[in-house]
């Protein structure tokens, strides 16, 4: 009888694309089934063939809704998978949000494609070419990954290149395909494109944290502006095999929804033959959950404990509960978002985020902050009513323009089984911390376009947190250059991105083309994030080692990084190995025999 095996499919040296093949001698989970997203290097992960068969899965266990987590659930469906999908009842239905606004964007995503490539048909050939050339370095990674080799040179090349900044100056220009050395760079989208990253690569990117994206980015000259004319003398033109086809529609999002079952926390249930599955509040977003995993790779086998931390929350975030201590495990797959790095105490966040909703009020300003659609919206305005209910802020008004943050908070205002004792103290006794006081949701674009001749001074919170695209975007182009605009990061600003030129101090930006003077004011705070950071991962993993030695029942054999960057892991690692664990950085595609 072999062991088990365990695959690293996804969220291997690098932060998205979650999903990991758990093999018994009598069953195959998938834990997590998630969509990679960055830049184009990660996500044509997406479109490699899979490494298994989906019709011989038994299950597959997902942690939590965010799209990194689950984006892939209907193209595996769509490829014969017909087992249940066991998440919480809140993971459920924000899932439900973020598969179907998922297929939607692909949808449109690829007609647009189309559109620009029937148009530009010698620009469109070399571009599929350079995309066929970065999918066959991404299998050839894969396969390097899958037997342990040494990567080829354009693998190599590849796994480099997916992690590379787009490192021009805002206001450089089109942004340059991205270098990869030995394989053909990709360009990132029809070369007109207004910000940094582009379009191809911002929507990915917009993608994580599921954020929702409008279709508000157009290239000056690009695939938005009607050309009839052009579109019908290109109507012969026959596309190459479909890199540019949606990798599911809506109907698939919809129709995999069908598959889910819900599961309690702390409900240990047989969810395959000889697996027993728990699922642990992770305190991440609403119902996200570490998944424990009681295994035995034969009947009546010996049992392994395998826990998967998901993506771990920050303790004392607002509304949900704490990361779930463990004590007891063989084997633990640990996320690795932070490592390296440690959030400002949540006591220094309130004070710079009251600092500057006064100032703003004082200098009858606005404020913009660019929030993610799930979790960081409802913990941001959440803190603005603690704010405002201390005393420490005037009640500005707060246009949420986010209708997919709309319908999360919807979805949070209903699991109140799910909140920590403070936020569950503030409900019963009739408040509502949900809710701001001063607070419009926006409906529809009108709305949002109205927002900027409201009267002065007002808040605004818009998807997507990265300025990648989406309402958040409108709003910018109207306060860029006004001086009594404050624009105020409270996520993680991915490489590349907009965000990230504007927090690292661009004096200008281009926005449609055009060169835009930076003259709004640009704050961070960092203590708001979803993620624990080092300490607390450390602290987390730690439990595990408490008053045991290595082999003792209960201390982890081996303790596997994943969901990080490299550099992040690198910092992380040895102070794991300080623990006195055994840890492991897979590598994309590793398989690993547990014994
Ligand atoms: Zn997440």
């Not at 450089?172 to 053909?184: I, L, T």
């Not at 027993?276 to 992770?282: E, F, G, Q, R, V």
């Not at 209910?389 to 799910?418: C, F, N, Q, V, W």
């Not at 080692?545 to 992380?572: I, M, N, S, Y």
Request: hydrophobic share 40%.
């Amino acid at each position: 009888m072999r062991g088990m095996d365990l695959h690293f499919l996804g969220a291997a040296t690098t932060v998205t694309g979650s999903q990991f093949l758990l093999e018994t001698g009598q069953a195959r989970v998938l834990v997590d089934c998630g969509m990679f997203q960055g830049g184009p290097n990660e996500s044509i992960r997406n479109r490699i063939p899979l490494a298994y068969d989906p019709a011989t899965l038994d299950a597959i266990l997902l942690t939590h809704a965010h799209l990194d987590h689950c984006g892939l659930i209907p193209h595996v469906v769509r490829e014969g998978f017909h087992g249940p999908i066991r998440a919480t009842a809140g993971t459920i239905e924000l899932a439900r949000l973020v598969l179907l606004d998922s297929g939607r964007l692909q949808e449109e995503f690829s007609k647009r494609e189309n559109r620009w490539e029937r148009r530009h048909p010698d620009r469109a050939e070399a571009e599929d070419a350079r995309d066929r050339a970065t999918l066959e370095a991404a299998i050839e990674l894969a396969e390097a990954g899958e037997e342990g080799a040494a990567p080829t040179p354009a693998a190599a090349a590849f796994a480099a290149g997916s992690r590379e900044v787009v490192d021009d100056a805002p206001t450089s220009g089109p942004a340059p395909a991205r270098s990869v050395p030995a394989v053909p760079a990709v360009p990132l989208m029809p070369p007109t494109s207004p910000v940094p990253g582009t379009i191809r690569d911002a929507r990915e990117a917009a993608y994580a944290e599921g954020a929702h994206v409008a279709t508000t980015i157009e290239p000056v000259d690009g695939p938005g502006r009607p050309d009839h004319e052009a579109e019908l003398r290109a109507a012969g033109h026959e596309l190459k095999p479909d890199l540019d086809a949606p990798l599911y529609t809506e109907r698939d999002a919809v129709e995999s929804l069908r598959r889910f079952q819900p599961v309690s926390y702390g409900v240990e249930e047989e969810v395959a033959p000889g697996i027993h599955a728990t699922y642990l509040d992770a305190g991440h977003i609403l119902g996200s959950a570490i998944i424990r995993l009681r295994v035995a790779d034969r009947p009546g086998g010996p049992e392994r404990i395998l826990v998967f931390s998901g993506d771990l929350g920050r303790t004392g975030a607002p509304i949900i509960a704490d990361p779930t201590p463990l004590s007891d495990a063989d084997y633990v797959l640990c996320e690795s978002t932070y490592g390296g790095r440690e959030h400002q105490p949540s006591a220094e966040a309130h004070r710079v985020l009251a600092e500057t909703v006064r100032l703003v009020a004082e200098h009858r300003g606005v404020l913009l902050v660019p929030s993610f659609a799930i979790g960081r919206t409802q913990e941001l305005v959440w803190e603005l009513d603690r704010l405002v209910s201390a005393g420490e802020i005037p009640a500005l008004p707060l246009y949420l323009d986010s209708p997919m943050a709309a319908k999360a908070s919807d979805i949070y205002r209903r699991h109140t089984d799910y909140y920590d004792a403070e936020t569950r103290a503030l409900f019963e006794s009739g408040d509502t911390p949900l809710d701001y006081p001063n607070q419009v949701v926006v409906a529809d674009m009108a709305q949002s376009q109205a927002i900027a001749k409201a009267h002065r001074p007002y808040m605004i919170v818009a998807s997507n947190g990265m300025l990648t695209g989406g309402r958040v975007v409108n709003h910018l182009r109207n306060l860029i250059d006004d001086q009594a605009a404050t624009i105020l990061f409270v996520g993680y600003q991915g490489e590349g991105t907009l965000g990230r030129h504007l927090q690292e101090g661009a004096k200008s930006v281009r926005l449609d083309g055009q060169v835009r003077a930076v003259r709004c004011r640009i704050a961070s705070i960092s203590g708001f994030s979803a993620h624990a950071d080092e300490p607390g991962l450390l602290a987390w993993l730690a439990g595990f080692t408490q008053g045991k030695h290595p082999g003792d029942p209960g201390f982890p054999r081996r303790v596997f990084l994943v969901h990080g960057d490299p550099g992040p892991q690198a910092e992380l690692a040895p102070k794991v190995a300080a623990l006195g664990l055994d840890v492991h950085v897979p590598l994309w595609h590793e398989a690993v025999t547990l014994d």
